[in-house]
């Protein structure tokens, strides 16, 4: 479904005039259906990868394929949900879910059905005509997937969305999450630095780590859903990514961390 | 602390906000009132006071005319003189700056074109709208629209320039054209850059106009009267065309500006500077 292949980003840093990497030979393959799990320390490229599946940024060497075509530019197959939730502030709730499907040219009526529909998934069918800055940071990141649920994408690119939402908002978030996602198995590429929530949520987890030691190892969690967060099983997970991550520099320098807003914009 | 600073000043009591609120035109007309009445004694000519600009306000109010046409008509024609060339200054501005803030090569190109536009005085412009369009009706509508032009589209560019990249991208990965991207993500994303750019272009369209009537030779118009009551010694109706001047530009701010920031920028949570 997702094929990295030999993937490497370099970014230039204007300030000391230098090409340094951040991504390195990247090779992996995301399966339909599976919920995969980006975890390193902050600055190891996790980031820059989902870009570059969102078509935001392009690779400096590789390919990344997708459903047999090679990504170039961003589109409503592979939705991003950003960490912040990133709703137009002038538009509505119901505008903000609507706003995809209008490109694809869907008719008022319908447009409307739908994006309702979207809203009520994630809970939010009373606010469908609240704009963003009236709603809480939970419900903003539920708007947010509710605008991207509604183009019925096949691929969910999701960076650290929960990351700034308190615990208690996190953790209902990652249950709907699951919830919507058993419902219509859509892959999720979902990045975070939290090993709680990759061993409660993947099926896979890919540990990355600096360049040129780009993808560090898989650990897979074979366990049946709905889990119970406290559960034996998922401890032993925790434990070894903790292991994992633990071995890894806890950041990496300032200056190579970039998510490419300077250049190679597209 | 921070609760301390939020909290809003208690209003002081000995002054009733009505009274606060018309002080300043209190102290203006007070102002004109002393100066009128010095200069009047001390250069012996007949500096209009506040009440002799009054009752000549109202009397043209009434119809009466001043220099050769009511009151009503050079207002009028000044107001579609003014209009009309802002319209197409920022219409024209607006798009122009949408361009130049998104296509990198255009704004190095054009913008420092107009920022040198921006630095020409207003009524510098009078000879060269002379040169190209004679004296009349054209002249002023150039002279306007000219001085309209560089502060919207300066804004506009800043204004697009500030719109997060994180917006455009989600607007691209939600399928979003060129088009799309334009009018609903950079046009609204950019507004309170837009609009203080627009205040200041209507402004200085406004001052260049008045102006550019003095100068031009429109025939009607509140700068042309200024100016023809001047030669007659109409010192009162020229006064008259001043007070009008400041009305219908405060007019613009109350009438047009702060309902339309109050409309959308207010509305979406945003104040300038965010985004």
Not at chain 1, 54 to 62: E, R, T, V, Y
Not at chain 1, 112 to 123: N, T
Not at chain 2, 166 to 172: G, K, P, Q
Not at chain 2, 208 to 225: C, D, P, S, W
Request: with cysteine.
């Amino acid at each position: 479904m997702l094929d990295i292949l030999e993937v490497s980003k370099n970014f230039y840093h204007r300030e000391s005039g230098q090409e340094f990497q951040v991504l390195c030979d990247l090779n992996f393959r995301i399966n339909e259906g599976e919920f995969v799990c980006l975890l390193g320390p902050s600055g190891c490229g996790k980031s820059t990868l989902l870009n570059l599946a969102a078509g935001f940024i392009k690779p400096s060497a590789g390919r990344l394929i997708f459903q047999g075509r090679e990504i170039n530019a961003p589109g409503p197959d592979r939705a991003v949900i950003f960490q912040d939730p990133t709703l137009f502030p002038w538009l509505t709730a119901i505008q903000n879910v609507e706003f995809g499907l209008q490109n694809a040219g869907v008719s008022k009526n319908e447009r409307h059905l739908k994006a309702l529909q979207s809203l009520q998934r994630v809970g939010l069918e009373n606010c469908a005509d609240v704009r963003p800055h009236a709603l809480s940071g939970g419900m903003r990141q539920r708007v947010s997937l509710a605008r991207v649920l509604v183009l019925e994408p096949a691929l969910l690119l999701m960076d650290e969305p929960f990351s700034a939402l308190d615990e208690n908002t996190r953790e209902r978030l990652q249950d709907e999450l699951l919830r919507i996602w058993l419902a219509d198995r859509k892959t999720i590429l979902f990045v975070t630095h939290n090993v709680d929530e990759a061993a409660y949520l993947a099926d896979r987890v890919l540990v990355m780590g600096p360049a040129p030691m780009s993808l560090v190892t898989e650990v897979r969690v074979p366990l049946q859903r709905p889990r119970r967060r406290s559960a034996f099983e998922i401890q032993n997970i925790t434990d070894r990514l903790r292991m994992e991550l633990g071995r890894q520099p806890c950041c990496i320098p300032v200056q190579k961390r970039s998510h490419g807003n300077e250049n190679n914009q597209t | 602390m921070a609760a301390m600073a939020n909290k809003k000043r208690e209003p002081i009591s000995v002054f009733p906000r009505a009274l606060v609120s018309i002080s300043p035109f209190i102290l203006l007309i007070s102002a004109w009132e002393l100066t009128a009445v010095v200069i009047t004694s001390w250069r012996s000519v007949p500096f209009p006071t506040p009440w002799t600009t009054a009752s000549r306000l109202l009397s043209a109010l009434g119809g009466e005319t001043l220099v050769d046409q009511t009151l009503y008509r050079h207002i009028l024609d000044s107001l579609v003189r003014w209009i009309a060339a802002f319209l197409a200054a920022s219409a024209s501005g607006v798009a122009f700056g949408l361009a130049a803030g998104w296509f990198r090569m255009l704004e190095k190109i054009a913008m420092p074109i107009v920022h040198i536009l921006q630095l020409v005085p207003g009524l510098a412009w009078i000879p060269v709208a002379i040169l190209l369009f004679g004296v009349g009706e054209k002249a002023t509508f150039f002279m306007i629209a000219v001085t309209a032009f560089a502060p919207v589209v300066i804004n506009v560019v800043s204004g697009v320039k500030r719109v997060d990249v994180i917006y455009v991208r989600a607007a691209r990965m939600l399928g979003a054209g060129r088009k799309t991207l334009f009018l609903r993500v950079l046009l609204p994303g950019s507004l309170p850059q837009i609009l203080s750019g627009l205040r200041i272009g209507l402004g200085n369209g406004w001052r260049v106009l008045v102006a550019a009537e003095m100068i031009v030779g429109t025939g009607t118009g509140l700068g042309y009267a200024i100016i023809q009551a001047r030669w007659t010694l109409d010192y009162a109706s020229a006064f008259v065309c001043i007070i009008v001047i400041c009305l219908v530009g405060l007019a613009t701010e109350r009438l047009i500006f702060s309902p339309l920031e109050k409309k959308t920028v207010e509305r979406w949570g945003l104040s300038r500077g965010d985004l």
